[in-house]
């Protein structure tokens, strides 16, 4: 496994994230704001409960910034520098160098979410917490990372400028959080029959992270971020295999 | 053996490479000529299987570029347009990385990184990253990962543009010596080059092949091919006596110092006549040559004065 190419590529990602200042900046603003939310906004101390619930409660909307930044340069600067050319003509499939990019994006993310572990210590060292829940939560909260990532990715593959990436990103996923909203479903409630605006409404990331982010491991949540990962990708690739002569 | 058969890109309604078929065998340096635009770069990059071809198809090494493309890219070594490479990496990361996913490993990996990267000159070099490179640096990283698998087959995209006359002259001879059992396609709008490191030409433009032969055989087709250039003080006399000489076809001043060309009808020689000549006047020449054709001539005058 060592030396297949997804493993060789997804080390070279993964390096090139702390290859530059980018991955220590991202960590450091990541652990802050999550401290800031949780505490301030959170109410952390003041709901005297052993639990995370308001750490993970603002984890859909830190994500919204800072994922489209680690997604948008994955394939737009690939193709600003054209080593999207040197990449493609290597002996590695199109797809394995997808799937590569996304891991080591995502074992990246989950890098910066392992480093709030004094969050979880604290909330041990004040009362008995549930830690069963908040593993739970951790991995829901890392599949609902790996939603944003995929869009992000995908956005990213249909432009080389990464400015453009990250706006259109922020702008899909939101939409992607605010899915089951009134916001959202009354903009197309209007031209859309009932059954295609139920099921939009059903593609809220909030909702789906809501039951993971308080600890229940209901299937059909993981199921759904499984397949939004997937079918993001799917895309990444279509877009990258139409858009690469340009 | 690279079989390139019928191969065309379209690209909206410009038709980049149109119908192209040509075969190059082991121990040939193949130099691609053209305008800017001519097709050259999208040709290589449907070789090499990073572009899809409209129609037609490459095999490379006996493998199809569309039907096994993983063995196809095996095979070859690609330096595309601008040497492109992972600028926050160093040089030793990055020939590492690409070594690794070529399936480069052990002692085979150690020894090609070590006679690559002095063969390429990059030692010195090895752990600075790519960001900082100058442009010679960069281009002589490209040709490393190109070479770092010894592969059969090398397609280099202008593999000496932007180098310095010093550089340029390394990068040649290490193209020629690893000619012999290579089979190299380079890409170039310099004419020099071709005669350089070339055992055989082709001129494109509009993504049509134009012509095709050894950078001497293309030469011929030059007006100047057995045309005889001589400098002497009476330029003026000499012209007027040489324009009468049976099978010349005309005498050209030329517009730097004392020179003038005479020009032989097509299929004759005037060598003998004008030295002949030049004895009998008793002329004092500097220098009496016969020329063997000049590629840029004949460039200009297949892609119709579309050069680059």
Redesign the interface.
């Known amino acids: 496994m060592k030396n297949h190419p997804i493993s060789i590529l997804l080390k070279r990602e993964l390096n090139s994230y702390f290859a530059t200042p980018l991955a220590y900046v991202f960590i450091v603003i990541f652990l802050a704001l999550t401290g800031v939310f949780t505490f301030y906004l959170g109410n952390f101390f003041e709901r005297n409960q052993a639990d995370l619930a308001p750490f993970f409660g603002f984890h859909p909307w830190l994500y919204l910034f800072l994922i489209p930044a680690i997604a948008m340069g994955i394939w737009a600067e690939e193709r600003k520098t054209g080593t999207i050319e040197l990449l493609l003509t290597l002996p590695i499939t199109l797809w394995q160098t997808v799937i590569a990019k996304f891991l080591a994006a995502w074992a990246f993310i989950a890098i910066a979410l392992a480093c709030t572990f004094p969050m979880w210590i604290t909330v041990n060292y004040l009362g008995d917490a549930d830690n069963g829940a908040i593993f739970t939560a951790y991995i829901g909260s890392l599949l609902m990372a790996g939603g944003y990532l995929a869009a992000g990715m995908c956005i990213s593959a249909l432009t080389r400028s990464q400015v453009i990436a990250f706006i259109v990103s922020l702008v899909v996923c939101f939409v992607f959080v605010m899915a089951g909203f009134p916001m959202v479903v009354d903009v197309v409630r209007g031209w859309l029959p009932n059954g295609i605006v139920d099921a939009l409404a059903g593609m809220s990331f909030l909702t789906h992270f809501q039951a993971l982010s308080k600890g229940v491991l209901d299937l059909r949540d993981v199921v759904y971020f499984v397949a939004m990962i997937a079918a993001w990708l799917y895309a990444s690739i279509l877009i990258i295999d139409l858009k690469k002569a340009e | 053996m690279v079989e390139v058969q019928q191969l065309t890109k379209r690209?909206g309604s410009r038709l980049a490479v149109d119908q192209l078929s040509f075969n190059v065998g082991p121990g040939e340096v193949l130099g691609f000529l053209g305008p800017n635009g001519a097709g050259k770069s999208t040709t290589m990059?449907m070789v090499?299987?990073?572009?899809?071809p409209t129609s037609g198809t490459a095999r490379v090494n006996g493998f199809d570029i569309l039907e096994q493309?993983?063995d196809a890219?095996?095979a070859?070594g690609?330096l595309?347009?601008?040497a492109?490479?992972?600028?926050?990496?160093t040089v030793q990361?990055f020939l590492n990385?690409?070594a690794?996913?070529?399936?480069l490993?052990g002692d085979f990996k150690r020894a090609r990184m070590q006679r690559v990267v002095e063969d390429v000159h990059l030692t010195q070099v090895l752990a600075q990253r790519i960001d900082t490179l100058s442009k010679g640096f960069r281009r002589r990283v490209g040709l490393a990962?190109a070479i770092i698998h010894d592969p059969k087959v090398l397609i280099l995209d202008e593999p000496t543009d932007g180098l310095d006359p010093n550089q340029k002259h390394e990068v040649r001879h290490l193209i020629r010596n690893m000619s012999k059992d290579k089979i190299i396609v380079i890409s170039t709008h310099i004419l020099e080059e071709v005669e350089a490191v070339c055992t055989r030409a082709m001129i494109i433009a509009h993504g049509k092949l134009l012509a095709d032969g050894t950078p001497d055989d293309l030469a011929a087709k030059s007006r100047y091919h057995g045309a005889v250039t001589l400098k002497l003080a009476a330029r003026d006399e000499a012209a007027r006596v040489l324009k009468e000489l049976p099978d010349v076809l005309e005498v050209k001043n030329e517009d730097a110092s004392n020179e003038l060309t005479v020009f032989p009808r097509p299929g004759a020689a005037v060598l003998q006549s004008v030295s002949a000549m030049v004895e009998q006047k008793r002329w004092t020449v500097q220098a009496l040559y016969q020329q063997k054709g000049r590629l840029d001539d004949v460039f200009r005058q297949i892609t119709g004065g579309a050069a680059a």
Do not use: C, H, N, V
């Open positions: 690209f990059k090499t299987g990073f572009l899809q493309p993983l890219k095996k070859m690609y595309p347009e601008g492109p490479a992972y600028g926050d990496m990361q990385f690409i690794d996913i070529r399936g490993s990962q």
